[in-house]
């Protein structure tokens, strides 16, 4: 807490313009990046040609180097971590959190990463290596390597002295209590602020340590959450299968793990799957969005099957066709609220997959109020519009079911993929809307097959 | 940090059922929820039904109705306290933090908060009131009134003592360093723990004390993720326009907010306006959805006029009706594509409305690409399908230049709405998908009417 508030960079929209205009020159551009706030260098960063990227972060300083490479998105990291030579990402990497560089590694190709890791000190490297093998979404994949350890013998003078020193930069722990171990280094106690202050000097550790909550390396991400919420603490300590302290699990990491899930489920219900920036290469985005759109496209050949197979009806009754595409459009966007809702209600927790049938009694008593209403209303439209009461009452009954239909499964479909162990931000919006495409054709075309006397003037 | 390990709860499911079975008896619902962890103990009240959740609530301690609260998604703390007694409701409501405390008292109507706040103390009550004035994305609304404070002729010893009292609950103020102000209030410094340590305990903290980065209360969200991205402090001190300090924002309570933000925007872009829970009426979850709905239908009967226009053609070619849907999904599935990258990477601070041509081209690119492959692939399926080559040249040609509209839209619309100030979230979709769903019809029934000698057989 020693900066000065003037010392936080304003900035004028010159070295905006100069970042973007004068890319040829790294010093100049560098310098430019320098003066802005981490967000505005990231986005300057980013929007530069692959090769000027490179150019700007080698005339970078390292240090500016890792706080940007920390605050991008991790695939963008990832990116640019690959294409620097060994030793100069090396030199990057030794500056960051040891989570950081495990999430980075981690998802580097095995040759690359190694490339790098033999570039580092023998020490960092296997520590690296052995938190990278950690789930993402545990608290081994979460924590960082760095913790406060004591022994129960030492004294509250060392913790302090600890404290005090300015050859420990004590920033680095983000905020930790002193963890207290034994010999072996299994996780004893730990010593609050108050217990440090309150006692001798010469008084051991061993006499003042309380024990802590901890958490397995294998702790899930949704129990951290809910430990932290029920806990005040800014980290918890992690064991590992032998009570081995090994890491601490900061309140921080949590909290950007959570943000990441559901930035990314929003991406995945669109068909992106991992992080697509437009700085990433563009053959690189336009294939993942294919990979999904073309998986699309046959859900939509079977759901036109049904329209093909009542050209017949749809022939004698053109009007009809004016309304297929919006009977299934509304049925889509009812039943996507249904599946927001459940997916939103799975993030918070509020709902589990065994809760399907309570889920669908829900969702039902809002699809069939919602259904007679858009029903009537569309019906009202279609009558209107064509002068065919018959048309209304088609058109109305099959957005009216189908409707209820959307919701029902909307609302269910994400608990029983997630109960199948699929992710359901993925495949719930494809399934959901070609079946209520499908439905809607066939609730609308046969309805009219049978209704064909009175559609007909 | 002085509970055990043993104590955090199992979750046994017997304990889950009893919750279910017996909400006719609060005493032991409110035993079941004291043994169930904070979010599984959330999930079992809501989904009771409102009155047993009200009578659970009195049933509990005011400490776990008030953790209960602080868990729940805030429109539904709303709801609960509102239908709480007012005196019961300040109970509980005294139990939680300002920030907490302000969000509730700020969403209630006015009498109900009025009825609440008149069973408080004078001095919180109007120290919620203050808060509840700020905007919730700003420094102000994100802020807890209880600061870590003391005067510039304070000693070190006197903060030491603080800290080392039991009386002083030091967990309320979640680890922030002590702040330093003069007579008047106004911020003047902040001491570091290193500094407390170091001094003498008769030195004052004038002499120890360095300039803090403070921010004021209007700052906003995106402004104080950006600070707390760069410092690795847990908290920053608030100062209001006359440089008097008046809070300290948590880093928690940022992370909970962009956290919330993006969840909003997700449930928004399906229309969902508040955070919609299944616990909430029926009518109210009803009406919400039906709103957005009902605004869709006009949009999709803008749409399908265009349909309606060429009637004559479709009554010619029977089998344009089968690829009509087809081609309006698809370009929206790609143009919502191109929309959910824009809004990441407007949460993310790497793109600005002034971006738009910039976004732009990168789009139209992809757009290029994936509408010739997607243009090709529909083509040759109608072509196939229905035995007519120039079928497939019509739908292939309307797709993929009705692909490459989609994905120009979808990537640049976002930034206009937020340039004049509305929100993305909510209007992109709709609007992305009324004018791909005309361009799409139109591209596919004016090339048909072009091109009808070679498609009639």
């Given at each position: 807490m020693t900066k000065d508030a003037s010392e936080l960079p304003e900035v004028p929209d010159q070295v905006t313009n100069q970042v973007a205009d004068e890319p040829e020159i790294p010093e100049q551009l560098s310098a430019a990046l320098n003066s802005l706030s981490p967000s505005d260098a990231l986005r300057e960063l980013l929007s530069l040609s692959p090769q000027a990227r490179l150019d700007a972060l080698l005339a970078l300083s390292p240090a500016l180097a890792a706080n940007l490479l920390a605050q991008a998105p991790n695939e963008t990291a990832v990116e640019i971590v690959g294409h620097l030579e060994p030793d100069r990402a090396a030199e990057i990497l030794a500056l960051l959190q040891s989570d950081v560089q495990a999430d980075l590694i981690g998802e580097l190709g095995t040759s690359g990463a190694e490339a790098i890791l033999s570039e580092l000190e023998f020490e960092s490297a296997s520590e690296i290596r052995r938190l990278s093998?950690?789930?993402?979404?545990t608290a081994g994949g979460l924590m960082m390597a760095e913790v406060f350890r004591f022994r129960e013998a030492d004294t509250v003078g060392k913790v302090l002295r600890d404290i005090a020193?300015?050859?420990?930069?004590?920033e680095r722990y983000r905020g930790q209590h002193p963890y207290i171990t034994d010999d072996n280094g299994h996780l004893k106690g730990v010593a609050s602020l108050r217990g440090l202050l309150t006692a001798?000097?010469?008084?051991?550790l061993q006499s003042i340590m309380t024990v802590p909550i901890s958490v397995s390396v294998d702790t899930r991400l949704d129990e951290l959450e809910d430990l932290f919420d029920a806990h005040p603490f800014l980290g918890l300590p992690a064991v590992d299968d032998f009570g081995v302290l090994v890491g601490v699990v900061a309140r921080s990491a949590v909290a950007e793990a959570v943000l990441e899930r559901a930035e990314t489920q929003s991406l995945k219900r669109q068909?992106?799957?991992?992080?697509?920036?437009?700085?990433?290469?563009l053959w690189l985005r336009s294939r993942r969005r294919l990979a999904w759109l073309s998986a699309n496209i046959v859900l939509n050949i079977i759901a036109a099957s049904v329209i093909s197979a009542y050209e017949a009806t749809l022939a004698a009754v053109i009007a009809l066709a004016v309304f297929l595409p919006m009977v299934s459009d509304m049925s889509g966007c009812s039943g996507n609220q249904a599946v927001a809702v459940t997916m939103r209600e799975l993030s918070l927790g509020l709902?589990?997959?065994?809760?399907a049938f309570r889920v669908w009694l829900k969702e039902i008593s809002v699809g069939v109020i919602n259904g007679i209403a858009l029903g009537l209303l569309i019906g009202l439209v279609a009558w209107l519009w064509k002068g065919i009461p018959a048309l209304g009452l088609v058109i109305g009954l099959a957005l009216a079911l189908n409707t209820m239909l959307a919701v029902s499964i909307g609302g269910v479909v994400p608990l029983l993929l997630k109960r199948i162990g699929q992710d359901p931000a993925v495949a719930s919006g494809p399934l959901l809307t070609t079946v209520t495409d499908m439905a809607g054709f066939f609730f609308v075309l046969s309805f009219a097959t049978v209704m064909m006397p009175w559609l007909v003037k």
């Amino acid at each position: 807490m020693t900066k000065d508030a003037s010392e936080l960079p304003e900035v004028p929209d010159q070295v905006t313009n100069q970042v973007a205009d004068e890319p040829e020159i790294p010093e100049q551009l560098s310098a430019a990046l320098n003066s802005l706030s981490p967000s505005d260098a990231l986005r300057e960063l980013l929007s530069l040609s692959p090769q000027a990227r490179l150019d700007a972060l080698l005339a970078l300083s390292p240090a500016l180097a890792a706080n940007l490479l920390a605050q991008a998105p991790n695939e963008t990291a990832v990116e640019i971590v690959g294409h620097l030579e060994p030793d100069r990402a090396a030199e990057i990497l030794a500056l960051l959190q040891s989570d950081v560089q495990a999430d980075l590694i981690g998802e580097l190709g095995t040759s690359g990463a190694e490339a790098i890791l033999s570039e580092l000190e023998f020490e960092s490297a296997s520590e690296i290596r052995r938190l990278s093998a950690y789930d993402g979404d545990t608290a081994g994949g979460l924590m960082m390597a760095e913790v406060f350890r004591f022994r129960e013998a030492d004294t509250v003078g060392k913790v302090l002295r600890d404290i005090a020193s300015a050859d420990d930069d004590f920033e680095r722990y983000r905020g930790q209590h002193p963890y207290i171990t034994d010999d072996n280094g299994h996780l004893k106690g730990v010593a609050s602020l108050r217990g440090l202050l309150t006692a001798k000097r010469s008084a051991t550790l061993q006499s003042i340590m309380t024990v802590p909550i901890s958490v397995s390396v294998d702790t899930r991400l949704d129990e951290l959450e809910d430990l932290f919420d029920a806990h005040p603490f800014l980290g918890l300590p992690a064991v590992d299968d032998f009570g081995v302290l090994v890491g601490v699990v900061a309140r921080s990491a949590v909290a950007e793990a959570v943000l990441e899930r559901a930035e990314t489920q929003s991406l995945k219900r669109q068909g992106l799957v991992g992080d697509e920036l437009r700085s990433m290469p563009l053959w690189l985005r336009s294939r993942r969005r294919l990979a999904w759109l073309s998986a699309n496209i046959v859900l939509n050949i079977i759901a036109a099957s049904v329209i093909s197979a009542y050209e017949a009806t749809l022939a004698a009754v053109i009007a009809l066709a004016v309304f297929l595409p919006m009977v299934s459009d509304m049925s889509g966007c009812s039943g996507n609220q249904a599946v927001a809702v459940t997916m939103r209600e799975l993030s918070l927790g509020l709902v589990r997959p065994i809760d399907a049938f309570r889920v669908w009694l829900k969702e039902i008593s809002v699809g069939v109020i919602n259904g007679i209403a858009l029903g009537l209303l569309i019906g009202l439209v279609a009558w209107l519009w064509k002068g065919i009461p018959a048309l209304g009452l088609v058109i109305g009954l099959a957005l009216a079911l189908n409707t209820m239909l959307a919701v029902s499964i909307g609302g269910v479909v994400p608990l029983l993929l997630k109960r199948i162990g699929q992710d359901p931000a993925v495949a719930s919006g494809p399934l959901l809307t070609t079946v209520t495409d499908m439905a809607g054709f066939f609730f609308v075309l046969s309805f009219a097959t049978v209704m064909m006397p009175w559609l007909v003037k």
